[in-house]
C-alpha cells in the first residue's frame, strides 16, 4: 500500500471520528436532525473506509467504525420510533461484515477484525429486534451465517478448537 493511501484512510478515521463526535453531541442535546444528517454524513465515510478495506485490508479498524455508524443511526431511529428502519441499519452491520469476513482474498488479518465485530453487530440486532418487531426468518439467515463464517475464520486462523474426533491429533503410541 502506498504511504498516500494510509494517509488517506487515517485522514478519513479523523473525519468520521469528528462527526460521530458532533452527532453524540447533537444527540444528547436532542437535536435530532441535525445529529441524523452527521451520523449519514459519518456512515458516509464508513462507506468509503470499508470500500477502501475491501481492496486493502486496511485500515483494520474499518470494520468498527462501520459497525459504530450503523449502531449510531439505528439509536437515533429507534428514539425517532421507527423501529423497522433502525433494524435494517443493525442487519446492514452484519451482512457486510459476513460478506468480508467470507472473502478467501482478504488478508487473514482483515477477515478476523470483521469476525471480532461480528458478535457485538449480532447482540445488537438480536436485542433491538426481540423487543420491537416479530421475529423475521431472515435476521434468523444471517445470524446462522454468522456464526458459521465465524467459526470458519476462527478454524482457518487456528483458534477454534477440533470438532471431529478424526480431527483431533493423535496422541501416543497406537496399539
Excluded at 479523523?14 to 449519514?40: F, I, P, T, V
Excluded at 470499508?50 to 474499518?62: C, I, K, V, W, Y
Excluded at 435494517?88 to 482474498?105: D, K
Excluded at 482457518?156 to 501416543?172: H, K, M, S
Aim: glycine content about 4%; charged content about 20%.
Amino acid at each position: 500500500m502506498k504511504m498516500s493511501q494510509f494517509d488517506q484512510s487515517s485522514e478519513a478515521c479523523a473525519l468520521w471520528q469528528k462527526l460521530s463526535r458532533q452527532a453524540n453531541r447533537d444527540y444528547a442535546l436532542q437535536d435530532m436532525q441535525k445529529a441524523q444528517a452527521l451520523y449519514e454524513d459519518a456512515m458516509a465515510k464508513a462507506v468509503g473506509l470499508l470500500n477502501h478495506f475491501q481492496e486493502t485490508g486496511l485500515p483494520l479498524s474499518a470494520p468498527s467504525v462501520f459497525v459504530v455508524s450503523c449502531h449510531n443511526l439505528a439509536d437515533l431511529l429507534f428514539t425517532q420510533e421507527e423501529p423497522e428502519k433502525a433494524v435494517l441499519f443493525l442487519r446492514r452491520a452484519c451482512t457486510e461484515l459476513v460478506r468480508l469476513a467470507s472473502q478467501p482474498g482478504l488478508p487473514l488479518q482483515a477477515r478476523l477484525a470483521c469476525v471480532e465485530q461480528l458478535r457485538p453487530a449480532v447482540v445488537a440486532l438480536m436485542e433491538r429486534e426481540n423487543g420491537t418487531l416479530p421475529e423475521q426468518p431472515e435476521t434468523r439467515m444471517l445470524i446462522d451465517r454468522a456464526r458459521t463464517v465465524a467459526l470458519s475464520v476462527y478454524q482457518i486462523a487456528g483458534y477454534a478448537v477440533q470438532t471431529r474426533l478424526e480431527d483431533a491429533p493423535v496422541t501416543g503410541r497406537p496399539s
